[in-house]
């Protein structure tokens, strides 16, 4: 399985942002796509995941209210949409998918980042 995310890039504060990411490989279900970020010199943190069979969200408090995630109309593919972005959104953004049917989310596939960089 092989998650290629995509739409980073320079943007002023306040603007608005949409990552992509898109999964393509052979015999795997999504149970879960999510986002994390990576903060230079910080650890990796959680953005939002959405739930494949239901498109049910989470967004975690630090970016509730200017980020939604959703499921795009092409296959197996997900989106992040940043508004009023903030200099401390300034990361490497990472999708992550979980393929595995259980009571639990555990990411076993990640994508290789994309930068977004909030300049002043």
């Known amino acids: 399985v092989q998650l290629q995310a995509s739409g980073g890039g320079l943007v002023q504060a306040g603007g608005s942002l949409r990552l992509s990411c898109a999964a393509s490989?052979?015999?795997?279900?999504?149970?879960?796509m999510g986002w994390f970020r990576q903060a230079p010199g910080k650890e990796r943190e959680f953005v939002a995941r959405?739930?494949?069979?239901?498109?049910?969200?989470y967004v975690a408090d630090s970016v509730k209210g200017r980020v939604s995630i959703f499921k795009g109309n092409s296959k197996n593919t997900v989106y992040l949409e940043m508004s009023s972005l903030k200099l401390e959104d300034t990361a490497v953004y990472y999708c992550?998918?979980?393929?595995?049917?259980?009571?639990?989310?555990?990411?076993?596939?990640w994508g290789q980042g994309t930068q977004v960089t909030v300049s002043s």
């Open positions: 959405i739930a494949w069979s239901n498109a049910g969200t």
């Open positions: 490989g052979r015999g795997f279900s999504i149970q879960v």
């Open positions: 992550a998918l979980d393929s595995t049917p259980n009571y639990k989310i555990e990411y076993d596939y």
